[in-house]
Protein backbone atom coordinates (compact mmCIF):
# COMPACT_ATOMS: atom_id res chain seq x y z
CA UNK A 1 0.00 0.00 0.00
CA UNK A 2 1.37 3.63 -0.60
CA UNK A 3 0.33 6.54 1.30
CA UNK A 4 0.84 10.18 1.02
CA UNK A 5 0.38 11.60 4.27
CA UNK A 6 -1.43 15.82 3.43
CA UNK A 7 -3.27 16.56 6.55
CA UNK A 8 -2.90 20.03 7.77
CA UNK A 9 -0.99 19.57 10.40
CA UNK A 10 1.94 17.96 8.37
CA UNK A 11 1.87 20.94 5.66
CA UNK A 12 4.74 23.30 6.05
CA UNK A 13 4.18 26.85 8.02
CA UNK A 14 0.77 25.30 9.04
CA UNK A 15 0.37 27.01 12.20
CA UNK A 16 -1.34 23.84 13.55
CA UNK A 17 1.86 21.46 14.73
CA UNK A 18 2.32 17.66 14.49
CA UNK A 19 1.90 15.52 17.41
CA UNK A 20 3.29 12.52 16.44
CA UNK A 21 7.01 11.37 14.77
CA UNK A 22 5.29 10.01 11.65
CA UNK A 23 4.04 13.32 11.08
CA UNK A 24 7.07 15.47 11.69
CA UNK A 25 9.02 13.79 9.43
CA UNK A 26 6.36 14.47 6.89
CA UNK A 27 6.12 17.83 7.41
CA UNK A 28 10.03 18.24 7.21
CA UNK A 29 10.33 16.19 4.07
CA UNK A 30 8.19 18.64 2.56
CA UNK A 31 11.09 21.19 3.11
CA UNK A 32 13.74 21.19 0.76
CA UNK A 33 16.66 21.80 2.50
CA UNK A 34 19.39 20.32 -0.26
CA UNK A 35 22.64 22.13 0.88
CA UNK A 36 22.49 24.38 -1.62
CA UNK A 37 19.39 26.21 -1.20
CA UNK A 38 18.29 27.97 2.23
CA UNK A 39 17.45 26.00 5.41
CA UNK A 40 15.34 28.84 6.54
CA UNK A 41 11.67 28.13 6.19
CA UNK A 42 12.38 24.73 8.11
CA UNK A 43 14.24 26.55 10.93
CA UNK A 44 11.68 29.61 11.08
CA UNK A 45 8.71 26.28 11.18
CA UNK A 46 10.60 24.96 13.88
CA UNK A 47 11.40 28.19 15.61
CA UNK A 48 7.20 29.00 15.64
CA UNK A 49 6.76 25.66 16.89
CA UNK A 50 9.27 25.85 20.29
CA UNK A 51 7.66 29.63 20.86
CA UNK A 52 4.27 28.37 20.82
CA UNK A 53 5.50 25.83 23.51
CA UNK A 54 6.68 28.89 25.75
CA UNK A 55 10.74 28.02 24.80
CA UNK A 56 13.64 30.96 23.87
CA UNK A 57 15.35 29.90 20.53
CA UNK A 58 18.53 30.73 19.66
CA UNK A 59 19.60 31.03 15.94
CA UNK A 60 23.15 31.61 14.03
CA UNK A 61 23.13 32.68 10.72
CA UNK A 62 26.07 31.92 7.78
CA UNK A 63 27.73 34.89 6.61
CA UNK A 64 25.17 35.47 4.15
CA UNK A 65 22.05 35.61 6.31
CA UNK A 66 20.35 32.29 4.21
CA UNK A 67 20.95 29.47 6.76
CA UNK A 68 20.85 29.39 10.41
CA UNK A 69 21.10 26.47 13.08
CA UNK A 70 18.72 26.76 15.60
CA UNK A 71 19.35 25.90 19.82
CA UNK A 72 16.83 25.63 22.13
CA UNK A 73 17.12 24.53 25.81
CA UNK A 74 14.24 23.10 27.62
CA UNK A 75 15.33 24.47 31.06
CA UNK A 76 15.14 22.03 34.56
CA UNK A 77 15.06 22.99 37.93
CA UNK A 78 12.39 23.86 40.58
CA UNK A 79 12.06 27.11 39.03
CA UNK A 80 12.40 26.12 35.79
CA UNK A 81 15.56 27.91 35.42
CA UNK A 82 18.58 25.90 34.86
CA UNK A 83 19.88 26.30 31.20
CA UNK A 84 23.47 24.82 31.70
CA UNK A 85 24.66 21.27 31.74
CA UNK A 86 22.09 18.79 30.00
CA UNK A 87 21.94 17.02 27.44
CA UNK A 88 21.77 18.11 23.32
CA UNK A 89 20.13 15.97 20.75
CA UNK A 90 21.42 17.14 17.64
CA UNK A 91 21.01 17.01 14.20
CA UNK A 92 21.49 18.67 10.94
CA UNK A 93 18.73 20.04 7.98
CA UNK A 94 20.56 19.71 5.20
CA UNK A 95 20.32 17.14 3.11
CA UNK A 96 21.53 15.86 -0.60
CA UNK A 97 21.01 16.76 -3.90
CA UNK A 98 18.37 14.28 -5.72
CA UNK A 99 19.79 15.48 -8.79
CA UNK A 100 20.19 12.35 -11.31
CA UNK A 101 18.69 9.91 -9.08
CA UNK A 102 15.72 8.02 -10.45
CA UNK A 103 12.85 8.05 -7.93
CA UNK A 104 9.59 5.97 -7.09
CA UNK A 105 8.06 8.94 -5.92
CA UNK A 106 8.01 12.73 -5.33
CA UNK A 107 11.43 13.05 -2.70
CA UNK A 108 9.97 16.03 -0.51
CA UNK A 109 7.07 14.59 -0.24
CA UNK A 110 6.85 11.60 2.52
CA UNK A 111 5.38 8.42 0.90
CA UNK A 112 5.03 4.96 2.98
CA UNK A 113 5.37 1.92 1.11
CA UNK A 114 4.52 -1.29 3.08
CA UNK A 115 6.57 -0.49 6.64
CA UNK A 116 9.01 2.18 5.28
CA UNK A 117 8.64 5.91 4.54
CA UNK A 118 10.25 7.00 1.63
CA UNK A 119 11.63 10.62 1.18
CA UNK A 120 14.61 12.66 1.00
CA UNK A 121 16.49 13.08 4.46
CA UNK A 122 14.29 10.48 6.24
CA UNK A 123 16.55 8.61 7.15
CA UNK A 124 20.07 11.26 7.04
CA UNK A 125 18.54 12.73 9.48
CA UNK A 126 15.27 14.29 9.50
CA UNK A 127 13.76 10.78 11.31
CA UNK A 128 16.12 11.91 14.59
CA UNK A 129 14.89 14.78 14.44
CA UNK A 130 11.14 14.32 13.68
CA UNK A 131 11.47 12.08 17.27
CA UNK A 132 13.39 14.86 19.06
CA UNK A 133 10.59 17.44 17.91
CA UNK A 134 7.83 15.32 19.12
CA UNK A 135 8.94 14.78 22.30
CA UNK A 136 9.42 18.70 23.25
CA UNK A 137 6.00 19.27 24.86
CA UNK A 138 6.62 16.93 26.83
CA UNK A 139 9.88 17.95 28.34
CA UNK A 140 7.76 21.28 28.75
CA UNK A 141 5.17 19.94 30.25
CA UNK A 142 7.64 18.36 33.07
CA UNK A 143 9.88 21.57 33.42
CA UNK A 144 7.08 23.63 33.92
CA UNK A 145 6.16 20.96 36.66
CA UNK A 146 9.48 21.32 38.33
CA UNK A 147 10.35 17.71 37.42
CA UNK A 148 13.28 17.87 35.21
CA UNK A 149 16.28 17.31 36.69
CA UNK A 150 18.49 18.22 33.62
CA UNK A 151 18.26 20.38 30.81
CA UNK A 152 17.06 18.95 27.40
CA UNK A 153 19.02 20.86 24.33
CA UNK A 154 18.07 20.56 20.55
CA UNK A 155 21.13 21.64 18.47
CA UNK A 156 19.67 21.55 14.59
CA UNK A 157 22.07 22.70 12.27
CA UNK A 158 23.32 23.61 8.54
CA UNK A 159 25.20 22.64 6.15
CA UNK A 160 26.63 19.29 8.06
CA UNK A 161 26.44 17.44 4.35
CA UNK A 162 29.24 20.01 2.54
CA UNK A 163 31.87 19.57 5.27
CA UNK A 164 29.57 20.09 9.12
CA UNK A 165 29.79 24.11 8.87
CA UNK A 166 27.28 25.06 10.90
CA UNK A 167 27.75 23.13 14.13
CA UNK A 168 30.89 25.24 15.09
CA UNK A 169 28.88 28.05 15.35
CA UNK A 170 26.46 26.37 17.69
CA UNK A 171 29.51 25.69 19.81
CA UNK A 172 31.22 28.89 19.49
CA UNK A 173 27.65 30.27 20.90
CA UNK A 174 27.37 28.17 23.50
CA UNK A 175 30.96 28.98 24.57
CA UNK A 176 30.12 32.34 24.51
CA UNK A 177 26.93 32.08 26.48
CA UNK A 178 28.82 30.18 29.12
CA UNK A 179 26.56 26.60 28.43
CA UNK A 180 28.71 23.21 28.70
CA UNK A 181 26.18 20.65 28.10
CA UNK A 182 26.97 16.99 29.85
CA UNK A 183 26.26 15.59 27.08
CA UNK A 184 25.12 14.94 23.11
CA UNK A 185 23.69 12.37 20.96
CA UNK A 186 24.12 13.19 17.55
CA UNK A 187 20.89 11.18 15.54
CA UNK A 188 22.44 10.28 12.53
CA UNK A 189 21.01 6.68 11.25
CA UNK A 190 22.64 3.84 12.60
CA UNK A 191 19.67 1.60 13.21
CA UNK A 192 20.00 2.59 16.58
CA UNK A 193 23.18 1.12 17.92
CA UNK A 194 25.57 3.05 19.75
CA UNK A 195 28.37 4.14 18.00
CA UNK A 196 31.02 5.98 20.46
CA UNK A 197 33.61 6.94 17.71
CA UNK A 198 34.22 8.08 14.33
CA UNK A 199 37.57 8.52 11.84
CA UNK A 200 37.89 12.35 11.12
CA UNK A 201 38.17 13.73 7.27
CA UNK A 202 40.79 16.21 5.68
CA UNK A 203 40.29 16.96 2.28
CA UNK A 204 43.45 18.43 0.25
CA UNK A 205 43.55 19.42 -3.36
CA UNK A 206 47.10 19.97 -4.75
CA UNK A 207 47.44 22.12 -7.73
CA UNK A 208 51.01 21.88 -9.80
CA UNK A 209 51.85 24.74 -11.69
CA UNK A 210 54.24 23.79 -14.72
CA UNK A 211 55.19 25.31 -17.52
CA UNK A 212 54.30 25.40 -21.15
CA UNK A 213 56.02 24.16 -23.90
CA UNK A 214 55.99 22.17 -27.10
CA UNK A 215 56.28 18.43 -26.74
CA UNK A 216 59.35 18.63 -28.90
CA UNK A 217 60.79 20.82 -27.00
CA UNK A 218 60.73 19.42 -23.55
CA UNK A 219 63.65 21.10 -21.98
CA UNK A 220 62.00 24.16 -22.54
CA UNK A 221 58.94 23.31 -20.40
CA UNK A 222 58.46 21.94 -16.60
CA UNK A 223 55.70 18.89 -16.93
CA UNK A 224 53.21 19.52 -14.14
CA UNK A 225 51.94 16.16 -15.01
CA UNK A 226 54.58 14.34 -14.13
CA UNK A 227 55.51 16.00 -10.76
CA UNK A 228 51.92 15.34 -9.96
CA UNK A 229 52.68 12.00 -10.54
CA UNK A 230 55.39 11.76 -8.69
CA UNK A 231 53.50 13.52 -5.49
CA UNK A 232 50.78 11.12 -6.10
CA UNK A 233 53.23 8.40 -5.89
CA UNK A 234 54.09 9.35 -2.80
CA UNK A 235 50.57 9.85 -1.48
CA UNK A 236 50.32 6.35 -2.20
CA UNK A 237 53.08 5.10 -0.63
CA UNK A 238 52.29 6.84 2.75
CA UNK A 239 48.59 5.08 2.55
CA UNK A 240 51.03 1.61 2.62
CA UNK A 241 52.87 2.97 5.96
CA UNK A 242 49.52 3.92 7.11
CA UNK A 243 48.07 0.48 6.61
CA UNK A 244 51.08 -1.23 8.20
CA UNK A 245 51.59 0.72 11.44
CA UNK A 246 50.62 -0.99 14.75
CA UNK A 247 48.54 1.30 16.65
CA UNK A 248 45.58 0.59 14.76
CA UNK A 249 41.64 0.27 16.10
CA UNK A 250 39.75 -3.57 15.13
CA UNK A 251 36.41 -1.64 15.94
CA UNK A 252 36.64 0.51 13.10
CA UNK A 253 35.67 -1.72 9.76
CA UNK A 254 39.26 -0.71 8.20
CA UNK A 255 41.60 -0.83 11.10
CA UNK A 256 43.72 2.12 10.31
CA UNK A 257 43.77 5.41 8.91
CA UNK A 258 43.53 5.98 5.32
CA UNK A 259 44.71 8.27 2.13
CA UNK A 260 43.24 7.94 -1.06
CA UNK A 261 43.56 9.89 -4.36
CA UNK A 262 40.13 10.80 -5.42
CA UNK A 263 40.23 13.15 -8.79
CA UNK A 264 42.94 14.26 -10.94
CA UNK A 265 42.77 16.72 -13.85
CA UNK A 266 45.48 17.99 -16.25
CA UNK A 267 47.19 18.76 -19.48
CA UNK A 268 45.25 20.12 -22.85
CA UNK A 269 47.27 18.48 -25.42
CA UNK A 270 49.16 15.83 -26.28
CA UNK A 271 52.09 17.66 -27.85
CA UNK A 272 51.50 20.42 -25.14
CA UNK A 273 53.74 19.48 -22.50
CA UNK A 274 51.01 20.84 -19.54
CA UNK A 275 51.31 23.69 -17.01
CA UNK A 276 48.58 22.54 -14.64
CA UNK A 277 47.60 19.06 -12.95
CA UNK A 278 45.54 19.54 -9.83
CA UNK A 279 44.67 15.98 -7.78
CA UNK A 280 42.46 15.51 -5.17
CA UNK A 281 43.09 13.17 -2.25
CA UNK A 282 41.22 12.61 1.88
CA UNK A 283 42.77 11.34 4.32
CA UNK A 284 40.30 9.36 7.27
CA UNK A 285 42.73 9.24 10.48
CA UNK A 286 41.86 7.79 13.54
CA UNK A 287 41.20 9.53 16.55
CA UNK A 288 44.42 8.94 18.33
CA UNK A 289 46.14 10.50 15.41
CA UNK A 290 46.12 14.03 13.22
CA UNK A 291 46.63 16.06 10.30
CA UNK A 292 50.23 16.08 10.84
CA UNK A 293 50.72 12.83 10.67
CA UNK A 294 50.42 12.78 7.19
CA UNK A 295 50.78 16.82 6.22
CA UNK A 296 53.93 16.78 6.93
CA UNK A 297 55.67 14.56 5.36
CA UNK A 298 54.05 15.62 2.31
CA UNK A 299 55.00 19.38 2.41
CA UNK A 300 57.96 17.89 2.84
CA UNK A 301 57.78 16.04 -0.31
CA UNK A 302 55.99 19.43 -1.85
CA UNK A 303 58.90 21.74 -0.95
CA UNK A 304 61.67 18.84 -2.47
CA UNK A 305 59.40 18.86 -6.05
CA UNK A 306 58.74 22.72 -6.09
CA UNK A 307 62.67 23.02 -5.90
CA UNK A 308 63.21 20.68 -8.92
CA UNK A 309 60.57 22.16 -10.55
CA UNK A 310 62.02 25.81 -9.93
CA UNK A 311 65.51 25.02 -10.57
CA UNK A 312 64.44 24.84 -14.11
CA UNK A 313 61.27 27.87 -14.14
CA UNK A 314 61.42 30.10 -11.15
CA UNK A 315 57.73 30.70 -11.64
CA UNK A 316 56.65 27.02 -10.99
CA UNK A 317 55.20 25.47 -8.24
CA UNK A 318 52.80 23.44 -5.86
CA UNK A 319 49.74 24.87 -3.98
CA UNK A 320 48.41 22.65 -1.42
CA UNK A 321 44.96 23.21 0.07
CA UNK A 322 43.10 22.21 2.54
CA UNK A 323 39.25 21.93 1.47
CA UNK A 324 37.51 19.81 4.03
CA UNK A 325 38.50 19.37 7.60
CA UNK A 326 36.13 17.68 10.04
CA UNK A 327 37.55 15.92 13.08
CA UNK A 328 37.38 12.90 14.49
CA UNK A 329 35.11 12.02 17.23
CA UNK A 330 36.80 9.74 20.57
CA UNK A 331 35.33 8.19 22.90
CA UNK A 332 37.74 9.02 25.44
CA UNK A 333 35.34 11.23 27.99
CA UNK A 334 32.01 9.04 27.07
CA UNK A 335 32.33 6.06 29.15
CA UNK A 336 29.44 7.25 31.61
CA UNK A 337 27.38 8.31 28.89
CA UNK A 338 27.94 5.07 26.78
CA UNK A 339 26.94 3.22 30.49
CA UNK A 340 23.17 5.37 30.07
CA UNK A 341 22.62 4.19 26.49
CA UNK A 342 23.80 0.59 27.17
CA UNK A 343 21.29 0.76 30.12
CA UNK A 344 18.64 2.66 28.09
CA UNK A 345 18.45 0.27 24.87
CA UNK A 346 19.45 -2.71 26.53
CA UNK A 347 22.34 -3.42 24.10
CA UNK A 348 25.98 -2.81 25.43
CA UNK A 349 27.75 -2.93 21.74
CA UNK A 350 29.86 -0.49 20.75
CA UNK A 351 30.23 0.58 17.09
CA UNK A 352 33.12 2.68 15.46
CA UNK A 353 32.25 3.92 11.83
CA UNK A 354 34.47 5.58 8.97
CA UNK A 355 32.25 7.90 8.21
CA UNK A 356 32.46 11.44 9.61
CA UNK A 357 29.83 13.26 11.54
CA UNK A 358 29.16 16.44 14.11
CA UNK A 359 30.11 14.10 16.54
CA UNK A 360 33.67 15.16 16.35
CA UNK A 361 33.23 19.02 16.92
CA UNK A 362 31.01 18.39 19.68
CA UNK A 363 33.78 15.97 21.35
CA UNK A 364 36.50 18.61 20.18
CA UNK A 365 34.42 20.80 22.33
CA UNK A 366 34.87 18.63 25.59
CA UNK A 367 30.80 16.99 25.29
CA UNK A 368 30.91 13.48 25.45
CA UNK A 369 29.02 12.53 22.61
CA UNK A 370 27.65 9.49 21.00
CA UNK A 371 25.64 8.70 17.92
CA UNK A 372 22.38 6.63 18.02
CA UNK A 373 19.27 7.57 14.92
CA UNK A 374 16.78 5.43 13.60
CA UNK A 375 17.68 4.20 9.81
CA UNK A 376 19.86 2.55 8.20
CA UNK A 377 23.41 4.79 6.72
CA UNK A 378 23.12 2.37 3.62
CA UNK A 379 19.70 4.08 2.75
CA UNK A 380 21.58 8.17 2.89
CA UNK A 381 22.47 10.08 -0.26
CA UNK A 382 20.32 7.13 -2.39
CA UNK A 383 17.09 7.32 -4.43
CA UNK A 384 14.14 6.42 -2.18
CA UNK A 385 15.70 6.75 0.55
CA UNK A 386 13.70 5.69 2.92
CA UNK A 387 13.41 4.88 6.84
CA UNK A 388 11.31 1.84 8.60
CA UNK A 389 8.85 3.01 10.38
CA UNK A 390 9.85 0.52 13.45
CA UNK A 391 12.92 2.41 13.87
CA UNK A 392 11.07 5.63 13.94
CA UNK A 393 9.24 3.39 16.71
CA UNK A 394 11.95 2.55 18.61
CA UNK A 395 13.48 6.02 18.62
CA UNK A 396 10.47 7.64 20.13
CA UNK A 397 10.72 4.69 23.16
CA UNK A 398 14.58 5.86 23.01
CA UNK A 399 14.20 9.30 23.62
CA UNK A 400 11.18 8.71 26.10
CA UNK A 401 13.63 6.64 27.97
CA UNK A 402 16.37 9.65 27.80
CA UNK A 403 13.34 11.92 29.14
CA UNK A 404 12.41 9.65 32.38
CA UNK A 405 16.02 9.29 32.90
CA UNK A 406 15.72 13.07 33.05
CA UNK A 407 12.62 13.30 35.27
CA UNK A 408 12.54 13.52 38.85
CA UNK A 409 10.26 10.87 40.31
Given at each position: MTKNVNSNDVQPNSTVY?????????????FDTVSRHSNLALIEDVKA??????LTVDLTFNDAKTKANLFVTVPAGKNADIVNNGLVLSGHTDV?????????SDPFIATIRGDKLYGRGSCDMKGFIACALSLLPQAVQLSNSGQLRRPLHLALSFDEEVGCLGAPLI???LKARGITPDYCIVGEPTNMAMVVAHKGISIYRCRVHG?????????QGVNAISYASRLVGYVDELAETLSARDDGDTLFT????????GTIQGGTATNIVPNLCEFTFDYRNLPHMTQDDILEPIQIKVAELTAQMQARAPETGIELLQEVSVPAMTDNDSAELQLLIAALTGDDERQKVAYATEGGQFTNAGIPTIICGPGS???AHKADEYVELSEMTRCDAFLQKLLDSCTIK
Open positions: PKQSLDWLTRLIAYCEQLGVPVDGQDWALADKSAHSSLTAVPYSTLSVIEQ
